[in-house]
């Protein structure tokens, strides 16, 4: 659990490695060659309902990047923002910029939601009958689908080009198999898969 | 129906108007004194399953904002940044930057899809037994609790100033009791939501 720290780097990162959520921050951390500690976090354990945790997260979420002493950043894909900020990972021109934040919150809103609670309801919970999972596939296929749509006429989701937007959907779309999605009718975005496990400090998930 | 127009201003949005992700965006052009042109999308008649819609935004949401001929920008907040960029909207400090962006995530991550679909369900549906609404309730309080906590210490929720952060949590924030929230225990939330309302270029959503 959390003790003071200094303000210095490396980064501190509170999150469960086999959380997507959580690998994005270690992606991003990874691919700008930023230093960081991470604390693992065992939220079936109940480690995100602490009154320390909390204290850094209201809302009791990994990941959480602690900036310093007492400032912590929640949110996966702001934590992407502010660590790729300045960088080649963050657009710079506004429209680009706004275009791969519009990626971020479909994959917050339109895919998490789906595909990495399906893979929780499946992996996690163990609980292949559960009767959330009907319609959780069928949105989680529906979000794939948009992602095929885009991917097909272009190799990255924003700029043209590798960036945290790739990152934020990466994550979970690589585990999608975990979730009972088969992607082998998505080949844009299995080829994209790829691309992405190509670029420097981007690694696959462990499984649960 | 869209047609091509000029790039130049006026934006055009597509949207709902009693939406709180399309007056999400109304809200921020209100704010910024930009001129626009409102063309009001009926999701229940299917305006957003068309083709014309889908080739705007191939996951079928409200609202859009057209930047020029061929260019569309779905999710509110991501078209909330594109606004308010450059502007006293949206923080110029990484840090105050990424914080308004992890309010936005958390408005569409734990906020909008309980109490913006409990009011969906209520308001639009017309279906007060609907099976869904105890939990939707249970997780909204959830969320109006943290942002109590917030603004029970701070008067915005980014950069110590009305922004972007702002906008995207009083769109439904306003009209949580549509969707069964009474606000009697939020006081901080309370006056937060009169603040909001004295900025400039901020009104009240319609009611459905």
Redesign the interface.
């Known amino acids: 659990m959390p003790h003071p720290i200094s303000p210095l780097l490396p980064h501190r990162v509170f999150g469960t490695s086999t959380s997507g959520n959580c690998h994005k921050v270690r992606l991003a951390l990874d691919a700008l060659d930023l230093p960081y500690r991470w604390h693992e976090i065992d939220v079936l354990k109940g480690e995100t309902r602490t009154p320390e945790f909390l204290a850094m997260n209201?809302?009791g979420e990994v990941p959480v990047l602690q900036?310093d002493d007492h400032?912590f950043?929640?949110?996966?894909?702001?934590?992407l923002?502010?660590l790729a900020?300045?960088s080649q990972l963050w657009p710079g021109d506004?429209?680009a910029?706004?275009?791969a934040?519009?990626w971020?919150?479909?994959e917050?809103?339109?895919h998490?939601?789906c595909i990495a609670v399906a893979r929780f309801i499946r992996k996690f919970l163990k609980r292949d009958d559960d009767p959330r999972l009907p319609e959780l596939t069928r949105r989680g296929h529906a979000?794939l689908a948009?992602m095929e749509?885009?991917l097909s006429r272009q190799r990255f989701f924003a700029a043209g080009r590798f960036s945290i937007a790739d990152i934020g959907l990466f994550a979970y779309t690589h585990r999608a198999d975990e979730g009972g999605f088969d992607l082998a009718g998505y080949p844009a975005v299995r080829a994209w898969l790829q691309r992405c496990l190509q670029q420097h400090g981007i690694s696959a998930m462990p499984s649960p």
Chains 1, 2 share one sequence.
């Not at 950043?73 to 934590?79: D, F, G, Q, T, V």
């Open positions: 209201p809302n900036i400032t950043l929640p949110e996966s894909n702001a934590i923002c502010y900020d300045g506004r429209l910029r706004a275009q934040l519009a971020m919150f479909f917050q809103y339109s998490e939601p979000a948009v749509q885009h």
